[in-house]
């Protein structure tokens, strides 16, 4: 990956792809500037919900936290049904213990 798109996608998974925060920040005509096509945008949304839905736990609300402000600037519905998996999940394990 080159310098430039490095440094895009920095920009992006550390505002977790919201223009508006990018905007408030500071940040938003530098990321424009690397004219990121829509396609790489969202494969990188994809990757981080992946990651963050990895990385769930009962223990880290942070994490949560991401996958909803993620799921404010992309309808994605894969978001909701991970995190819902998740739930049920450990719902079933203190039903059982």
Aim: glycine share 2%; net charge negative.
């Amino acid at each position: 990956m080159e310098a430039e798109q490095v440094s895009a996608k920095e920009l992006f998974t550390f505002y977790r792809g919201s223009t508006l925060q990018m905007h408030r920040a500071g940040a938003h005509d530098e990321y424009k500037s690397f004219a990121v096509p829509k396609e790489t945008e969202m494969k990188w949304v994809q990757e981080m919900i992946d990651q963050y839905s990895r990385e769930l736990s009962i223990r880290d609300a942070a994490v949560l936290d991401s996958l909803e402000s993620i799921a404010r600037d992309f309808k994605e519905v894969c978001i909701l049904n991970n995190v819902v998996s998740f739930a049920s999940r450990h719902i079933k394990t203190v039903i059982f213990l």
